[in-house]
């Protein structure tokens, strides 16, 4: 004889003290006994749930069948790892050298602003000479002072290092902040090397440009009335 054949129900009652229930065959006809010791794959570890999908294999007396070998048909639960912070956004290091890499965009910006600038009211050599040596001084001065962070020994001052940058080394202090990893950890510093950005630039436009002659023009009257 062969195996008998697997057939699909639904459970139809099921207690969970007793270890007792019922399912209820698909084809119809009454209902099967359900033990559980009957249970099979994930369900003898998990009780059946009320109307769970199974399918079973029918055994025992005509007059008192059961059900055997009892699978659920529902799909596994899908384990979903979930992501910590970390792994979505990266570490606090990779974000802020991410930040570090957006904020050299405006050093492209100032050299295109340059350039207009200098289309429009040709600009004296010294100007762009002026803010390549001292873009190249301050971002060895970086890597000199992150050199003696690590050593520990004398350091450049801080204000030694915004007053570089207000004159127009700003574009070697923000390499030097990206590629030695040096002062990109301490917002105060941060904020006030960008206020050396800002004024230098405001600085540039009025001296490089008729931008500002308006304003001169208001201030030596208004002080020249003052004077009267």
Known sequence: MGAAPQERGRVSQWDAAKGLGF?????????????????????????????????????????????????????????????????????????????????????????????????????????????????????????????AAKRGTARVAETSLHLIALMGGWPGALLGQHIFRHKTAKPSFLRWTWAMVALNLLLLVGLCTPAWEPWWQWIQQFVLDSAA
């Not at 359900?34 to 769970?52: H, I, K, S, W």
């Not at 699978?71 to 639960?77: A, E, G, K, N, Y």
């Not at 050093?107 to 002026?130: D, N, Q, R, T, Y």
């Open 23 to 147: 399912v209820q065959p698909e084809a119809g006809g009454p209902r099967l006994l359900l033990r559980r010791v009957d249970l099979a794959g994930r369900l003898r570890f998990t009780a059946p749930a009320l109307n769970e999908p199974v399918r079973f294999t029918r055994a025992g007396p005509r007059e008192a069948p059961r059900a055997t070998q009892v699978h659920t048909l529902r799909p596994p639960p899908v384990e979903r790892v979930p992501r910590s912070p970390t792994a979505r956004s990266g570490s606090p290091e990779q974000q802020s050298r991410q930040l570090s890499s957006q904020r050299l965009l405006i050093i492209p910006v100032f050299a295109l602003l340059l350039g207009a600038i200098h289309l429009a009211w040709p600009l004296a050599k010294p100007v762009p000479m002026l803010y390549s040596a001292l873009s190249m001084a301050l971002f060895v001065v970086y890597g000199l002072d992150k050199w």
